[in-house]
Structures are given as C-alpha cells and as structure tokens.
C-alpha cells in the first residue's frame, strides 16, 4: 500500500494558514526534536519494517511496524513518543561508496555533493529520480499528517569533491575561501571551506534552500558548522524562507571545524549570535560544563560533581 502510495501523481494542494498546516510550530521553542539517521531507523531486521523499504524514505513512514516483543518500532515508536520534529541527518545526494555486492555503504551524510537533490540510495528505486524524489514527498507528508514537523541537517559549509563538483567548473577559485598559493582555506577541517559572502555562493544557498521548502514542504534546517557562514547571508536566508514559512525553524551549530578565513566580527558563531535573531544556537561550552568536555579531555562535568564548573553552568543558563 505504501509503494502505491507512493507511485502516484504527486500533488501538495494549496497551503495557507495554520488551519492547512497544522504540524507547524507557534513558537520555536515548543520544539522537540528527535534526530533521525533516515537509514538507521529502519535498516535492521528487527525493526519489523518490510524488508524492501529496510533504509528507506518508505521505510521510515511504514505503519503498523513491531519488534520481536510486540513494541512498537520506527514511525510508530517516534509518534508515540511525543516529538514533534524530526531532524533528517543529511539527505541530500553525497558521495558514495559501494561494498562488493554494490550496496552503497554506510555513511552519515556529511560527504554532500549535490546539495539540493536528494540522496537516491533512500529510494526504493535509486536510479529513478523521479521515483526518489517522490517517496521523499510522500515520507514527509506522513509525518505532516502525524503532527509532526521535518527539519533538515544541511552542509552548506564544505563540499565532498571540489575536483568533481560543480563549482569549480563553472568558476574556479570563486566558490571558496582560497590561499594566495591558490590552496583551499580549510576552516571546516575536511579540505575545503565554501565563500557564503561571494554574491553567486550566497544566491546559490538561498535558492537551494527555498527550493526544499518550496517542493518538499520542509520545516525547516539544522545548519552544519553555522560559524563558516556569513551573518549576512543567513539573515538575508531567514527573511526570504519566512516569506513562504512564517514558522520556519532555524538553528545550528555556532563554531568552525578550525581557523576559518571569514572575519571573525562577520561569522554566524554563537559569539555573534545577537546578529542573527531568527537563529537558534547549540551551545558546546554549556553542554562540556554539564556533562563534560566532548573531545579531547576526559574531565568530569557539573552532573558528575565538579562542582566548579557551576559558574560556566550559570553562564550558559
């Protein structure tokens, strides 16, 4: 039933006003987010999902799924939790890799390519992109009509291949932050760092977003690495995505990968996140204070008795 569902003529209708959409939030902060690895969810066997949308946009909106024990499992266990967003970890088209079976193997998404396609090996027929982006659609809608909103992890800081991507042969050197020696900047800490205040980057990322919102009816974007983008750029974003979504939610992560070539008074970080108002911000100082430094140090945080980290607790409050 769903794989029907899914072939058919796919049609959003008219929506206007909170009436027609009623999975939007008044007030970000109502939101409770529930972060979704869409091939993970469903992929095991013990998922109870049918074994030909194990990993896939179908898969994740398959009714009726149980577990061994009769639980509740995948878009059933997610509704009854009582989320009401869920944030995709990336699913845009990204590079990909292939076991000796030629499955594509697994990664987290972080590895974009092609930023406003999405990724095929979610669909029940990868080499049909109309087929891909249409069981998209139709997972998105299932959540719609279960109350809840969808959020997308997006990357617009790095791309994969800058050999193979489509910048740097439309025009060289002009899409990222480049060396005088004509090396790629690398705030980002994977090789490459994109230029979100070059003109063409910046049209390029706001069309490239309102276009999810506009075809699939997103909700909304968790912005990987945000400090790599320009304040500018994500105000101007902000402004054109509430035109179409009033309700629109956005947030990221405020810090860099490492030493970025943006001037630091122009970066979206938390430090500067005054000048971003539509902007929620992760905080990781406030996070380390409470339950401990995440990388590179095994201190205890203020939940597991070091007790003077209570200013930095109090800060971040």
């Given at each position: 039933a769903?794989?029907?569902r899914?072939?058919r ?5 008219t929506i206007?006003?909170a009436d027609?959409?009623?999975?939007r939030?008044?007030?970000p ?41 009769g ?10 939790l ?5 944030q ?7 590079f990909?890799?292939?076991?000796d ?17 999405p ?13 891909t ?6 997972m998105?809608r ?15 800081n790095h ?8 910048f ?6 002009y ?13 980002t ?16 990322m ?11 009816q997103?909700?909304?974007f ?7 983008l ?19 939610i ?22 500067n ?12 100082s406030f996070r ?12 205890r945080g203020?939940?597991s008795?070091?007790?003077?980290l ?8």
């Amino acid at each position: 039933a769903i794989l029907s569902r899914a072939d058919r003529q796919f049609d959003w209708g008219t929506i206007k006003g909170a009436d027609a959409t009623p999975w939007r939030l008044d007030n970000p902060c109502q939101a409770v987010i529930y972060e979704m690895h869409l091939r993970d969810l469903t992929k095991s066997p013990t998922s109870g999902v049918d074994e030909s949308l194990r990993g896939t946009y179908l898969g994740a909106c398959q009714e009726g799924t149980v577990n061994s024990h009769g639980d509740a499992t995948a878009f059933d266990y997610i509704r009854q939790l009582g989320v009401n967003v869920v944030q995709l970890q990336p699913i845009s088209d990204r590079f990909k890799q292939y076991d000796d079976e030629g499955q594509v193997t697994y990664n987290w998404g972080y590895d974009v390519q092609n930023y406003s396609a999405p990724e095929t090996s979610f669909s029940t027929d990868p080499s049909n992109p109309k087929q891909t982006m249409k069981e998209l659609k139709t997972m998105i809608r299932a959540y719609h009509e279960a109350g809840i909103s969808v959020v997308l992890d997006v990357v617009y800081n790095h791309i994969y291949s800058t050999e193979h991507g489509p910048f740097q042969n439309t025009v060289p050197d002009y899409y990222y932050r480049m060396e005088p020696d004509g090396r790629f900047q690398n705030g980002t800490g994977v090789g490459n760092e994109t230029a979100s205040e070059h003109e063409m980057y910046r049209k390029y990322m706001i069309d490239s977003l309102t276009h999810w919102v506009k075809e699939y009816q997103i909700d909304g974007f968790r912005f990987d690495l945000m400090a790599v983008l320009d304040a500018h750029t994500l105000n101007e974003l902000a402004e054109r995505l509430m035109r179409i979504n009033p309700s629109v939610i956005l947030y990221g992560e405020g810090w860099s990968g490492g030493p970025i070539a943006l001037s630091p008074e122009l970066a979206a970080s938390k430090q500067n996140s005054y000048k971003t108002p539509d902007y929620a911000y992760f905080n990781d100082s406030f996070r380390d204070a409470v339950k401990g430094p995440t990388f590179f140090d095994v201190e205890r945080g203020y939940i597991s008795g070091n007790f003077h980290l209570r200013s930095s607790v109090i800060n971040g409050l």
